[in-house]
């Protein structure tokens, strides 16, 4: 607890054991004078409530009257005029702030534990960086190390900066990054993501990026960003508690008043002005909001927190409304749905050597980061000479085309080929096929293989079961698409579309879907930025994934895992099961209560229930958000 809510701990039990104490003394020991009797609890009133009374003060005058501090203070006050002017029963106007003090209290640890979780993933930002000086370790700030230091990294420590291991061996501990328990092996020449624990060797890392363009703090900045968006419960319910609030006020106050006059001036009766008085106090403490207005927001926040434990990041609670009405999730193939690591499996009908087409191939794709082009520098295996390539044209969603040695080379797909009106040569082997030519010669075909993920067909199996329809896109051949398709279990995929085609084909089923269902997309590469920003929910994958992707999604998956995509729509579902059911709950008590209050069968410890009780209860339900482990 905080010093804040111990004092307030404090408060409440001096308070607690003063009123129960001056109950028990009955006005006899006080000589009868009514004014002693009164004394204890008023002195315990004005130390449960001044801060109650200093708030609803200073937001009157800031315009905002209407809230749950005025409720209280004007519910309390009449209570403790009543037991003045009636029997000279004070617990009642004690016990009405005395609970909402508990509640705030018990709100207030509430959000304290949620912010705690939401810090332990905060927690990732290095406070400095090591860099060798005069054969020396100097610590200086991460913000002044400039691209393409070297920097030490210690058993122990936050890997501060984004980069390549350049010496040493090391095992890496992700899970505030990813969720993921099991340690990351690194080398020299593996990537390194800022934010990892080193938990053995010495690392010499190469950085990058700066500071402020790495891995951890773009996380931080999602994080702190999230809590920023609202979503359209959050809104409903602030409009709610904006119109809720002046009306319960006035209808209490027509509650006193009316029912006394009809009664004097039109039944003749007296008009039991302090039994209807009474009615309007409890209708008062029973239409307090606070369990709507805490509960709701709450919800998202331990939600959104508990989705980062798990290495899901969530930029806000609008996206995690959407992301709970999925209906439709679109996937890209490569480095979603598999690893994005091609191999080389065969060279065909090659006017040229196997070699020398190989190495072509890697030199026109030598500027490119794309798995494809790796992976014929990978098959080629020999130090690139890049000065031998000049005049290099990338096209996107076909090839590349450049020149090599003064001879013009092309390497893409058919697309490519058609472009340049090369006749080309079909395979009858499922994989990617790199078409090339020389000189406007077709000289051969390079097969490419991707490797699946091994979660992939048990991610869209657990997407299917619940209710989803998974849709594959991607700019492969065909019969590699439909190959892949059958494998991971996916009935629609959409083959051989460029950037500007799958954008097209997401709006396209966006148009088609129902009102309430909604379409996610995921994707890893720079070309899926468009796509991302176009899908109801742009899901990245973010170990992986490209920081234009990164940038334009709503959710990003930390580790790369497609089991995180469902994961991710059930803990958004299991979030908006909580707020539907408190607000449910809240309002049905809440409605019951002030019906009860107002016809007289109620009384204060009813409503003190309705009000404090059912906040906790709101609370202590809220924080479930927080448990997704096993979701």
Same mark, same amino acid.
């Given at each position: 607890?905080?010093?804040?809510?111990?004092?307030?701990?404090?408060?409440?039990?001096?308070?607690?054991?003063?009123?129960?104490?001056?109950?028990?003394?009955?006005?006899? $020991?006080?000589?009868?004078?009514?004014?002693?009797?009164?004394?204890?609890?008023?002195?315990?009133?004005?130390?449960?409530?001044?801060?109650?009374?200093?708030?609803?003060?200073?937001?009157?005058?800031?315009?905002?009257?209407?809230?749950?501090?005025?409720?209280?203070?004007?519910?309390?006050?009449?209570?403790?005029?009543?037991?003045?002017?009636?029997?000279?029963?004070?617990?009642?106007?004690?016990?009405?702030?005395?609970?909402?003090? +508990?509640?705030?209290?018990?709100?207030?640890?509430? +959000?304290?534990?949620?912010?705690?979780?939401?810090?332990?993933?905060?927690?990732?930002?290095?406070?400095?960086?090591?860099?060798?000086?005069?054969?020396?370790? $100097?610590?200086?700030?991460?913000?002044?190390?400039?691209?393409?230091?070297?920097?030490?990294?210690?058993?122990?420590?936050?890997?501060?900066?984004?980069?390549?291991?350049?010496? #040493?061996?090391?095992?890496?501990?992700?899970?505030?990054?990813?969720?993921?328990?099991?340690?990351?092996?690194?080398?020299?020449?593996?990537?390194?993501?800022?934010?990892?624990?080193?938990?053995?060797?010495?690392?010499?890392?190469?950085?990058?990026?700066?500071?402020?363009?790495?891995? $951890?703090?773009?996380?931080?900045?999602?994080?702190?960003?999230?809590?920023?968006?609202?979503?359209?419960?959050?809104?409903?319910?602030?409009?709610?508690?904006?119109?809720?609030?002046?009306?319960?006020?006035?209808?209490?106050?027509?509650?006193?008043?009316?029912?006394?006059?009809?009664?004097?001036?039109?039944? #003749?009766?007296?008009?039991?002005?302090?039994?209807?008085?009474?009615?309007?106090?409890?209708?008062?403490?029973?239409?307090?909001?606070?369990?709507?207005?805490?509960?709701?927001?709450?919800?998202?926040?331990?939600?959104?927190?508990?989705?980062?434990?798990?290495?899901?990041?969530?930029?806000?609670?609008?996206?995690?409304?959407?992301?709970?009405?999925?209906?439709?999730?679109?996937?890209?193939?490569?480095?979603?749905?598999?690893?994005?690591?091609?191999?080389?499996?065969?060279?065909?009908?090659?006017?040229?050597?196997?070699?020398?087409?190989?190495?072509?191939?890697?030199?026109?794709?030598?500027?490119?980061?794309?798995?494809?082009?790796?992976?014929?520098?990978?098959?080629?295996?020999?130090?690139?000479?890049?000065?031998?390539?000049?005049?290099?044209?990338?096209?996107?969603?076909?090839?590349?085309?450049?020149?090599?040695?003064?001879?013009?080379?092309?390497?893409?797909?058919?697309?490519?080929?058609?472009?340049?009106?090369?006749?080309?040569?079909?395979?009858?082997?499922?994989?990617?096929?790199?078409?090339?030519?020389?000189?406007?010669?077709?000289?051969?075909?390079?097969?490419?293989?991707?490797?699946?993920?091994?979660?992939?067909?048990?991610? +869209?199996?657990?997407?299917?079961?619940?209710?989803?329809?998974?849709?594959?896109?991607?700019?492969?051949?065909?019969?590699?698409?439909?190959?892949?398709?059958?494998?991971?279990?996916?009935?629609?995929?959409?083959?051989?579309?460029?950037?500007?085609?799958?954008?097209?084909?997401?709006?396209?089923?966006?148009?088609?879907?129902?009102?309430?269902?909604?379409?996610?997309?995921? #994707?890893?590469?720079?070309?899926?930025?468009?796509?991302?920003?176009?899908?109801?929910?742009?899901?990245?994958?973010?170990?992986?994934?490209?920081?234009?992707?990164?940038?334009?999604?709503?959710?990003?998956?930390?580790?790369?895992?497609?089991?995180?995509?469902?994961?991710?729509?059930?803990?958004?579902?299991?979030?908006?099961?909580?707020?539907?059911?408190?607000?449910?709950?809240?309002?049905?008590?809440?409605?019951?209560?002030?019906?009860?209050?107002?016809?007289?069968?109620?009384?204060?410890?009813?409503?003190?229930?309705?009000?404090?009780?059912?906040?906790?209860?709101?609370?202590?339900?809220?924080?479930?958000?927080?448990?997704?482990?096993?979701?």
């Amino acid at each position: 607890m905080t010093n804040e809510q111990k004092q307030i701990g404090a408060r409440i039990a001096v308070t607690a054991a003063v009123t129960i104490i001056a109950s028990a003394v009955p006005v006899s $020991v006080y000589g009868g004078s009514r004014l002693l009797h009164m004394l204890p609890f008023l002195l315990a009133y004005i130390l449960i409530s001044y801060d109650v009374f200093h708030d609803a003060w200073r937001n009157i005058l800031r315009g905002q009257v209407f809230d749950e501090k005025f409720l209280m203070a004007v519910a309390s006050i009449g209570a403790f005029a009543l037991g003045i002017l009636k029997d000279g029963e004070y617990s009642e106007a004690i016990a009405v702030v005395l609970f909402f003090q +508990v509640g705030e209290l018990f709100e207030d640890y509430a +959000v304290d534990k949620s912010r705690r979780n939401v810090a332990a993933l905060m927690d990732i930002r290095p406070d400095y960086a090591n860099v060798e000086k005069e054969g020396s370790l $100097v610590r200086v700030d991460p913000d002044d190390v400039a691209v393409g230091t070297e920097i030490v990294v210690q058993p122990g420590e936050k890997v501060p900066i984004d980069g390549v291991v350049t010496s #040493g061996r090391s095992s890496l501990n992700t899970v505030a990054l990813t969720g993921e328990s099991l340690p990351r092996d690194v080398e020299p020449g593996s990537e390194v993501v800022s934010g990892c624990i080193n938990m053995t060797g010495v690392l010499k890392i190469r950085t990058t990026t700066e500071f402020g363009e790495s891995t $951890v703090t773009k996380i931080l900045e999602l994080v702190e960003d999230a809590s920023s968006r609202k979503s359209e419960s959050e809104n409903f319910i602030t409009k709610f508690a904006r119109y809720y609030t002046p009306i319960v006020c006035y209808s209490a106050l027509a509650l006193a008043v009316l029912p006394p006059l009809v009664r004097m001036g039109i039944m #003749g009766l007296a008009p039991a002005w302090s039994d209807w008085f009474y009615r309007a106090l409890i209708f008062l403490v029973i239409s307090c909001p606070c369990a709507l207005v805490l509960s709701v927001p709450l919800t998202f926040f331990a939600g959104i927190g508990g989705a980062g434990r798990q290495g899901i990041l969530i930029k806000g609670a609008n996206f995690m409304e959407t992301l709970s009405k999925a209906r439709y999730v679109v996937m890209d193939k490569t480095g979603t749905l598999t690893k994005g690591v091609f191999e080389v499996t065969g060279v065909h009908h090659s006017r040229i050597s196997d070699e020398k087409l190989l190495e072509l191939a890697a030199l026109a794709e030598s500027a490119s980061s794309h798995p494809i082009s790796k992976s014929l520098q990978r098959a080629y295996g020999k130090t690139l000479d890049r000065s031998r390539v000049t005049d290099i044209e990338e096209r996107s969603g076909r090839g590349v085309v450049a020149r090599v040695d003064g001879h013009t080379v092309a390497a893409g797909n058919s697309r490519l080929m058609d472009e340049l009106g090369i006749a080309w040569i079909p395979c009858h082997k499922v994989g990617t096929l790199v078409h090339m030519a020389v000189d406007g010669e077709y000289a051969g075909h390079i097969l490419i293989s991707d490797v699946m993920k091994e979660n992939s067909p048990q991610a +869209v199996q657990e997407m299917q079961q619940s209710g989803i329809e998974c849709i594959m896109l991607t700019g492969d051949g065909r019969k590699t698409a439909e190959d892949m398709a059958r494998r991971l279990g996916i009935h629609q995929v959409y083959s051989e579309l460029m950037p500007e085609d799958k954008v097209a084909k997401v709006e396209e089923i966006i148009r088609h879907k129902g009102k309430k269902e909604k379409v996610l997309f995921v #994707g890893d590469g720079i070309n899926d930025a468009p796509v991302l920003s176009v899908a109801d929910v742009g899901v990245a994958m973010g170990a992986m994934g490209s920081d234009a992707a990164i940038e334009a999604a709503d959710v990003v998956l930390m580790d790369d895992d497609p089991l995180k995509i469902g994961k991710a729509i059930r803990i958004s579902r299991k979030c908006m099961r909580i707020v539907m059911e408190n607000i449910i709950f809240a309002i049905g008590i809440k409605v019951i209560c002030m019906v009860l209050g107002a016809l007289g069968l109620a009384n204060i410890w009813m409503a003190i229930f309705a009000d404090t009780g059912v906040l906790i209860l709101a609370v202590l339900n809220a924080m479930r958000a927080l448990f997704v482990g096993n979701v």
